[in-house]
C-alpha cells in the first residue's frame, strides 16, 4: 500500500492527556501538523466527568474552538469524540468534520439521531459490544438516514487479546464500512488491519 494511501486511512486522536493545560495541548498541535496528518479526533466527555476530576482537564471553549478551526484551515478534517451531547453547549460555535460515538454509548439511539442531523459521517466505537448487540445495532441503523462506520476496538494494551478477524466477521454481516481503532502498544495489529481493508484506523497520540 502506497504511503499516501495509508495517510487517507490513519485518524490521530487526541484523548485527555492534556489535563486542560493549554500548553501541552499545543505540542499535541505541532505535532499532528508535523506529521502531516489528514483526520484528527478531539475527545470531549460528559459535564458531569470534569466535574468529579480531580485535575482539570477542561480547556477553555475560546481557546479549544480557535485550535480546532486552525486546524480546518490547514485542511485537516476534525471530529469530535462524544458520549453524549455536551460537546453542543461546551463548543457551540465549532462545526466538526465528523463524529466518534464513544464505545460505551454506541448503543444511545438518541445521540446517534442527534449527530445524524448534522449530515456527517458518525463512527460507533464498537468496544465490547457483544455479536447480539452488533446486530441489534445495525438493525437500528438501517432504519436511519446517516453515514455510519463502526469501529473494532480492543480496550486494553495486550495483543493477546486482539482478534483482527472480528473485522472480517462484522464486514459480512453489515453494509456499513469498518475501521480499526488501535490501543495496543505495538504497532503490528496496524499493518495486519490494513490486510482486512479498513476504512481508518484510529490511533491514540
Not at 105 to 118: G, H, M, P, Q, R
Not at 143 to 157: A, S, V
Not at 162 to 183: C, D, E, M, Q, V
Request: hydrophobic residues 40%; proline residues 2%.
Amino acid at each position: 500500500m502506497k504511503k499516501k494511501d495509508i495517510s487517507d486511512k490513519l485518524v490521530c486522536e487526541i484523548g485527555l492527556n492534556h489535563l486542560g493545560d493549554k500548553k501541552y495541548f499545543k505540542d499535541y498541535i505541532k505535532t499532528i501538523l508535523k506529521l502531516n496528518l489528514k483526520f484528527v479526533t478531539i475527545q470531549i466527555r460528559e459535564k458531569s466527568f470534569y466535574l468529579n476530576s480531580k485535575k482539570d482537564s477542561l480547556l477553555p471553549q475560546s481557546f479549544l474552538e480557535k485550535e480546532l478551526k486552525n486546524l480546518q484551515k490547514k485542511k485537516i478534517k476534525v471530529g469530535l469524540a462524544i458520549c453524549d451531547n455536551h460537546w453542543q453547549t461546551y463548543i457551540p460555535d465549532f462545526e466538526a468534520d465528523f463524529f466518534k460515538i464513544l464505545s460505551w454509548s454506541a448503543l444511545d439511539l438518541k445521540l446517534i439521531k442527534n449527530t445524524i442531523k448534522f449530515k456527517k459521517n458518525v463512527y460507533i466505537s464498537l468496544g465490547m459490544i457483544n455479536e447480539k448487540k452488533i446486530d441489534y445495532l445495525d438493525k437500528k441503523l438501517k432504519e436511519l438516514d446517516g453515514k455510519f462506520n463502526y469501529i473494532y476496538t480492543q480496550l486494553n494494551y495486550n495483543k493477546k487479546d486482539l482478534n483482527l478477524r472480528a473485522i472480517a466477521k462484522i464486514s459480512k454481516k453489515t453494509i456499513n464500512p469498518i475501521s480499526y481503532g488501535h490501543h495496543a502498544l505495538d504497532t503490528i495489529p496496524i499493518l495486519i488491519s490494513l490486510t482486512y481493508d479498513v476504512d481508518k484506523i484510529f490511533i491514540y497520540i
